[in-house]
């Protein structure tokens, strides 16, 4: 059972991009940037994990988060489930998709077979639109692929940090969406009150300057350095992030947002902030690149420098943000 009309949706974050996939099925269109600023998935976290050899950097908010928020501020039905039976987990997609409606998965990467890297991250994303006796069809950020089914299942039921017990959901629109003009104004707060005000000195502004200050020693503290810290970087830019640690992709929600809220100062003024701070972030991955490269500390001394600039740079842009 193959949906016919399911279209994938082109996207740069795996999450933002698998329930893209079902706004669109659902015949609503909507931006990438703006799915992630109304799921108020933004942020800054740098986590010491004992299993990775340089800590985690991250710009966005845990998995499904992005999810369950969009959902709920633009008031549609989610159905999410999860299950430890594997029976009961592949029911869970095919009594959707033999009704012609895709659904979303978390999963583990490594078992599928378009990654060309073996590495295990259970926080992946992808849609399934088909299955037949022996593949499962799949949309996994912005392409299509197929994938075995025993292999499908085996990455819906990986263990591991960010892992899910076979999560899997559907969306429900209802007939009508909230005004945007209502509902980004609380997104928006939402997300800078949380990088203002930050738990734990490794989030928000204050994590970034924590890697100011830690990123100097990345070539002592890493086993591999040529490996951890290229590594690092690109998981930076490339990595599902759209590029400059998710920067790229709030600057251009800022953007949108001047469409339903035109001459609003604050966010026209925030929107100025993250261009900057967008082309820093580029430039601190760069830099990263080059100190694994080189094993030269100077380019992490540079980036040290780059990284507390910014995050004053994103301090303003949230401040602004948070009187909207």
């Known amino acids: 059972m193959i949906i016919k009309d399911f279209e994938e949706y082109k996207g740069k974050n795996c999450e933002s991009t698998a329930t893209g996939c079902l706004l669109k099925h659902a015949g609503i269109e909507m931006t990438e940037p703006m799915i992630l600023g109304l799921g108020e998935s ?64 978390q999963l583990d990467c490594y078992h599928l077979e378009h990654f060309n890297r073996s590495f295990h991250f259970a926080g992946h994303f992808a849609c399934i639109y088909g299955y037949d006796n022996t593949h499962a069809y799949i949309a996994d950020t912005g392409s299509i692929y197929k994938t075995a089914l025993v292999n499908l299942e085996n990455a819906r039921f990986e263990k591991g940090p960010m892992a899910a017990k076979a999560r899997s959901w559907t969306l429900q629109v209802n007939e009508k969406l909230p005004d945007l003009r209502n509902i980004i104004p609380t997104a928006v707060k939402e997300v800078a009150a949380g990088f203002l005000n930050p738990p734990l000195k490794c989030f928000g502004y204050k ?38 640690l998710f920067r790229n992709l709030y600057r251009d929600f800022l953007k949108e947002c001047l469409i339903y809220l035109p001459n609003n100062q604050n966010i026209e003024r925030a929107y100025e902030l993250y261009k900057i701070a967008a082309s820093s972030w580029t430039q601190i991955a760069s830099l990263i690149y080059k100190a694994g490269s080189t094993c030269e500390r100077v380019h992490l001394e540079k980036a040290s420098a780059l990284c507390n600039e910014t995050a004053e740079v994103e301090r303003r842009a949230m401040e602004l943000l948070s009187g909207i």
């Open 207 to 244: 994590g970034i300057h924590k890697l100011g200050s830690e990123i100097v020693k990345w070539i002592e503290m890493a086993p591999n350095p040529e490996e951890d810290i290229i590594g690092m970087a690109e998981l930076m830019e490339k990595s599902g992030t759209g590029g400059a």
């Open 42 to 105: 933004f942020g800054f976290i740098y986590w010491k994990m004992s299993i990775m050899n340089l800590p985690f950097i991250g710009g966005r908010s845990k998995p499904f988060y992005l999810t369950t928020t969009l959902c709920r501020n633009l008031n549609i039905t989610l159905d999410a489930r999860e299950t430890g039976s594997k029976k009961k987990a592949w029911s869970n997609i095919t009594q959707f998709i033999d009704k012609n409606i895709p659904v979303a998965l």
